[in-house]
């Protein structure tokens, strides 16, 4: 069992994991702080948006990064933490693919990680949404695609399952719904 969630610490945005045995209880804690730094942006907040369990027993971790910028706006950038069993941090990775990008969710898949979610574009000025798999043992990413549901203009990948016969992934395009298969 493992349970991850954002808390503030100091003023400072900090990722808790906790990993529970089946009987409820605590076999580690880590408390991770920001895993990255850009030129020019300064951390505001960290969000947890998936957490799934990796082959060898260790945890996978999505979320959201918000920054802010020198002239006061917001980005918001995917980041992506792959413990070990034990609760080390095997690699940490941080995305953009425009710029306003979150996750929503996250799935295990014969060693990758699959995250799905949303980006804008400001050069189509397109909100798309996106499917990433990255390779859990090197976090290196295999795969990023990012969607655009007819002419809609803004495109959310809400939540991602494993079936039989592929991916299923809840979508959510304004100026309505719909269900990919």
């Not at 076999?27 to 799934?52: A, E, M």
């Not at 369990?53 to 971790?61: C, K, N, Q, S």
Request: overall charge neutral; glycine content about 12%.
């Amino acid at each position: 069992i493992a349970v991850a969630g954002t808390a503030i610490d100091n003023g400072a945005s900090v990722v808790v994991i906790i990993r529970l045995d089946g009987t409820g209880n605590i076999l580690w804690t880590k408390r991770l702080y920001d895993i990255s730094s850009v030129p020019g942006l300064t951390n505001q907040f960290l969000l947890v948006h998936g957490l799934g369990e990796t082959p060898d027993g260790g945890l996978a971790i999505c979320g959201r990064k918000t920054y802010k910028r020198v002239d006061g706006n917001f980005n918001y950038r995917i980041y992506t933490i792959q413990l070990s069993a034990a609760g080390n941090v095997n690699w940490t990775r941080e995305d953009t693919q425009g710029n306003d990008d979150e996750p929503y969710g996250l799935l295990m898949d014969q060693g990758a990680i699959v995250i799905i979610g949303t980006t804008y574009s400001p050069v189509s000025g397109i909100r798309y949404g996106f499917l990433e798999k990255l390779n859990a043992a090197t976090g290196n990413a295999d795969l990023f695609r990012r969607y655009q549901m007819g002419n809609l203009q803004s495109n959310f990948f809400r939540s991602i399952e494993k079936n039989s016969s592929g991916y299923e992934i809840g979508t959510q395009a304004f100026p309505f719904g719909l269900r990919l298969y």
